[in-house]
């Protein structure tokens, strides 16, 4: 199957600080990039879904100058949690897709600790 | 929207034993029922999936049935195995996959 890496697997950082995470599609151009948050024992939230070259669509109640969505490529989407606050901490997880009416897959999950 | 029920939200079953897992839907445009396993501390895995045009689709210990009159699909596994143990989502994406809901989970136990 197809395989989508997320980068870095674990991050602690200050708060008030930045934290970027990537997500590459490795063997296929993804159209579409999907990012979650999930919080323990919890389902998947969609945050935003960001197709390449145009601006992310943001769910309802997600603070889009908060988390920076970037999709410069076909193989990469980048999430930033700006002035990352201790209720940022989560499992961020991203999915993405070929095109359209086909199956997402999804990168391994970032584990963002904000201390 | 799209609203995707799961039930039950535990399960615990012996080795060997059989685990169904629920899920209802109430977008009627929905087309594509994917089934994805958690670990712990992993994103999902897709492990199975069926398409609307189908009523059940196996892979060795792993089904999924879908009624689309009921809006509801089920996964079914059977002779359990300790690495089944995870927690396990539906999705109903909507036509297009612009958007996915997914069930609240189930944790599945299988105990030894």
């Known amino acids: 199957g197809a395989v989508v890496s997320q980068h870095p697997s674990w991050v602690i950082c200050k708060s008030g600080t930045s934290v970027k995470i990537e997500c590459r599609s490795l063997?296929?151009?993804?159209?579409?990039m999907f990012w979650y948050r999930q919080f323990p024992k919890q389902s998947l939230m969609l945050m935003a879904t960001?197709?390449?070259?145009?601006?992310?669509?943001?769910e309802q109640g997600v603070e889009k100058d908060k988390f920076l969505i970037n999709h410069a490529s076909l193989t990469l989407s980048t999430l930033t949690v700006t002035s990352a606050h201790p209720e940022d901490s989560s499992f961020y997880i991203c999915s993405a897709r070929q095109g359209v009416n086909t199956e997402a897959f999804f990168g391994q999950g970032t584990r963002l600790t904000v201390v | 929207g799209e609203n995707v029920e799961q039930h039950p939200s535990t399960l615990s079953v012996q080795e060997g034993d059989s685990a169904v897992i629920k899920c209802t839907y109430s977008?009627?445009?929905?087309?594509?029922f994917p089934w994805y396993k958690q670990e712990l501390g992993k994103g999902p895995q897709l492990i199975i999936d069926?398409?609307?045009?189908?009523g059940e689709k196996k892979d060795q210990r792993i089904a999924v049935t879908l009624n689309k009159t009921a809006k509801h699909f089920s996964l079914h596994i059977t002779e359990t195995q300790p690495e089944d143990s995870a927690v396990y989502f539906c999705?109903?994406?909507?036509?297009?996959?612009?958007?996915?809901?997914f069930g609240i989970g189930t944790k599945l136990q299988v105990i030894p």
């Open positions: 960001s197709n390449e070259g145009s601006k992310a669509t943001y």
């Open positions: 069926i398409r609307s045009n189908v």
């Open positions: 977008d009627s445009a929905s087309n594509y």
């Open positions: 063997d296929f151009q993804a159209t579409t």
């Open positions: 999705a109903a994406p909507r036509r297009g996959y612009q958007k996915v809901t």
